[in-house]
């Protein structure tokens, strides 16, 4: 089966979503577990998306093939994975902040957590700083992800920062931002505890915060 398991990882990789549908289904009823299919399948596929779109070989348009090939593999794991009492290697919350309606980055983000194995949990847009905080909450998140396209939005990002810290919720909870007018600069300014440029850096700074939560 590890000639299928690359071949999942390349149709992932390459946004082929009923080849990889098709192969996940074939692993699962060759008795390939929900794990290793996740691993050295789905997140195998993500990660060379993730490092081709840094390199500059990739753009957004095959990095969302590639996660939608993902996520409709994902739409067979799930279940399966529920079963088997497979961990997350972490939890985030992600949204797209208070008045601003963008979420095509945000999505990405999400997309690209989710293909590294963490559980996402999607709050969508126009999220206020109490739901941010109520969400991280509830499902024990280690990491809050925000995003902001607009000048007029980004301000709002400081606000549920601040909602964080009035709950005593740092130590625990770290908040990573980003968004066309967001800086490293700027997330410094306001106390965040990262920032990314793009979804494949927002992997990496995810797992950099694990060890940091
Ligand atoms: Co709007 N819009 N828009 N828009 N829009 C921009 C952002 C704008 C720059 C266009 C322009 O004027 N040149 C401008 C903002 C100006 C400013 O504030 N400086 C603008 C404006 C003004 C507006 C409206 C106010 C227009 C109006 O109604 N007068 C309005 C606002 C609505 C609202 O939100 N309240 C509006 C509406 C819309 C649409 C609904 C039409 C649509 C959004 C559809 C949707 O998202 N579902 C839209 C779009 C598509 C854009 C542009 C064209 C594209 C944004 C996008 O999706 N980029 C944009 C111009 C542009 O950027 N060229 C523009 C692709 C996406 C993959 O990139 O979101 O940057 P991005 O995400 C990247 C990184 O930033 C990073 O990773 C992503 C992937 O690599 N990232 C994170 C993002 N979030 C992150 C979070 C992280 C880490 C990294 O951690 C949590």
């Known amino acids: 089966m590890q000639e299928e398991l690359k071949a999942l990882a390349q149709a992932i990789l390459e946004g ?3 080849e990889a549908v098709e192969l996940t289904q074939k692993l699962v009823d060759a008795g390939v577990t929900p794990k290793q299919i996740l691993d050295e399948g789905l997140i195998a596929g993500m990660s060379v998306a993730g490092e081709k779109f840094k390199n500059g070989e ?3 348009p095959e990095i969302l093939v590639a996660a939608r090939a993902m996520k409709a593999s994902m739409e067979i794991l799930r279940p399966l994975l529920v079963a088997t009492d497979v961990q997350p290697i972490g939890t985030m919350v992600i949204g797209t902040v208070r008045g601003d309606l963008h979420d095509i980055g945000k999505n990405l983000v999400a997309m690209m957590v989710e293909g590294a194995g963490f559980k996402v949990v999607d709050l969508g847009v126009d999220v206020t700083a109490d739901k941010f905080v109520a969400a991280a909450k509830e499902h024990s998140a280690q990491i809050v992800g925000m995003s902001a396209l607009l000048t007029t ?3 709002y990002i400081p606000e ?11 130590p625990k909870v770290k908040l990573i931002v980003g ?3 967001v800086t490293q600069e700027w997330a410094n300014q ?6 990314a440029p793009d979804a494949a850096t927002a992997v990496d700074r995810c797992k950099e915060l694990l060890g940091a939560a």
């Not at 549920?160 to 740092?170: H, M, N, P, S």
């Not at 306001?190 to 920032?195: E, H, Q, V």
Request: aromatic share 14%; charged share 25%.
């Open 179 to 181: 968004g066309a007018p």
């Open 190 to 195: 306001i106390g965040a505890d990262a920032y």
């Open 160 to 170: 549920v920062i601040k909602a964080f810290d009035a709950e005593g919720l740092r």
């Open 16 to 18: 082929k979503r009923n």
């Open 58 to 60: 990739y753009f957004v």
């Open 153 to 155: 939005t980004m301000t």
